[in-house]
């Protein structure tokens, strides 16, 4: 067939729309390059990026003695008491918003290192520092009051004495600086 009849045939094909793509097959975050995150079989956390591991990070020296890790009932009494504050700050109208598509496995599992570390119940921490594990949540100072109300409420409902209750919140205190951003 001569080049020009070959172009002529092109030229005189209709031109056909290609078909609507249905939104929901789309791969929208793949689309947007957003990497899926997956959790750790083992541990079921999402990864983090990397940081160095310190003890220092917990933000506060430990306790000398075992007088406080007694009052908090040792590591399984200081596991119930921050599993059962993470339940209150998640079901928490106040603050509920800001702990919603958050890792809460590996949040209660560093919450429970650092605390267990600073009472001196035996534990190391090997979470992020308070700055960057606080980065951009835009948390407030009455955010932090909640959050204070509710780990006072998880103390009393655990018997922990009350002397002992302020002596770990006058340790937290000073990481206001850290945790609150506006
Ligand atoms: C002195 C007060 C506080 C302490 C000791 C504390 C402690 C911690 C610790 C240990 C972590 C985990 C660090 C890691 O993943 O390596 C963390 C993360 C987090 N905290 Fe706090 N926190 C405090 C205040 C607050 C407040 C006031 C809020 C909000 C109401 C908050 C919301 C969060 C959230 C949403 C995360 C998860 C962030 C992420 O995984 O990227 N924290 N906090």
């Not at 009393?156 to 000073?174: D, G, I, M, Y």
Request: net charge negative; aromatic share 6%; proline share 7%.
């Amino acid at each position: 067939m001569p080049f020009s009849l070959a172009l002529a045939l092109l030229a005189a094909q209709p031109v056909v729309d290609a078909p609507p793509e249905d939104p929901a097959a789309v791969d929208w975050e793949k689309e947007f390059g957003i990497e899926k995150k997956v959790r750790d079989p083992v541990t079921g956390e999402f990864p983090v990026d990397p940081y160095a591991q310190d003890p220092a990070n917990a933000g506060a020296r430990p306790f000398a003695g075992d007088g406080m890790a007694r009052a908090f009932g040792g590591q399984d009494g200081i596991r119930s008491i921050v599993d059962r504050l993470v339940d209150l700050n998640v079901k928490d109208p106040r603050i509920a918003d800001i702990f919603r598509n958050q890792d809460t496995v590996r949040l209660r599992r560093t919450l429970f290192e650092q605390i267990c570390f600073i009472v001196g119940a035996g534990c190391s921490y090997t979470g992020r520092d308070m700055k960057s594990s606080h980065k951009d949540l835009g948390t407030t100072r009455a955010d932090l009051n909640a959050l204070v109300e509710n780990l006072q409420q998880a103390m009393r409902e655990h018997k922990v004495p009350f002397a002992a209750q302020n002596r770990l919140l006058s340790r937290l205190a000073p990481m206001d600086k850290d945790v609150v951003e506006r």
